[in-house]
């Protein structure tokens, strides 16, 4: 099992939630491109990943590829890629984070249609675990999570993201964590709308 500090040499992958991830906590490696879908993640960051030679690989998709292709071609791709990476890394560990559901009552246009197509794809990741043998991370029961969500109802505010590292965490080394979480409010909130397949890009600074 995986100790505090092997979790802290994770290398984390993923679309806009885990630039978000990496915009609060700087001291974490990520790979990570807003907007992406698996198969994309994997042409832009796969050879990277592999040249950073990582113990342990922290997998988020979905989000997009909810809007863009089916679930099984997600799942596909999901178990190509990861498949590829365990062939590249031996004895590397890999965990995938389910989906996070989204927040139907504040999306809307392509925003809603992912957050719609989100459970179908959930439901093919206990299959991409089966078939990969990677662990499943599931942090959607962070509690009071739509408290979270961003007014696009897929991003997070920026109170979120310790709350999930911690989470992640916990679940991988299978430890009680550090103790109470503090979260410090931020006046900068993360971006609403980004670029990507379920995102539109605004005038905003600072996007990710």
């Given at each position: 099992m995986p100790s505090i500090d092997d979790f802290k040499k994770a290398v984390f992958v993923g679309d806009s939630l885990t630039v978000g991830l990496k915009t609060a906590i700087s001291s974490i490696t990520s790979f990570a491109t807003?907007?992406?879908t698996v198969w994309q993640g994997k042409d832009k960051h796969h050879q990277s990943i592999v040249d950073a030679k990582p113990s342990i690989i922290i997998m988020s998709y979905g989000t997009n590829d909810a809007g863009y292709q089916t679930p099984d071609k997600f799942k596909k791709e999901f178990v190509k890629?990861?498949?590829e990476l365990k062939q590249a890394l031996p004895g590397v560990q890999i965990f995938v984070n389910k989906i996070f559901p989204g927040d139907e009552s504040k999306a809307?246009?392509?925003?809603?249609t992912c957050i719609k197509?989100?459970?179908a794809h959930n439901e093919v990741i206990p299959q991409i675990i089966q078939e990969t043998g990677a662990t499943l991370l599931d942090c959607t029961t962070i509690p009071n999570l739509k408290t979270y969500y961003s007014n696009d109802g897929i991003h997070f505010n920026s109170n979120f993201n310790q709350l999930w590292y911690d989470e992640m965490q916990r679940q991988v080394t299978n430890s009680a964590g550090t103790g109470p979480v503090t979260?410090?409010?931020?006046?900068?909130l993360m971006p609403t709308e980004l670029d990507?397949?379920?995102y539109k890009s605004t005038s905003q600074k600072n996007t990710y």
């Open positions: 807003v907007g992406h890629w990861i498949n809307s246009g392509t925003g809603l197509n989100i459970p979260i410090q409010i931020q006046k900068k990507g397949k379920c």
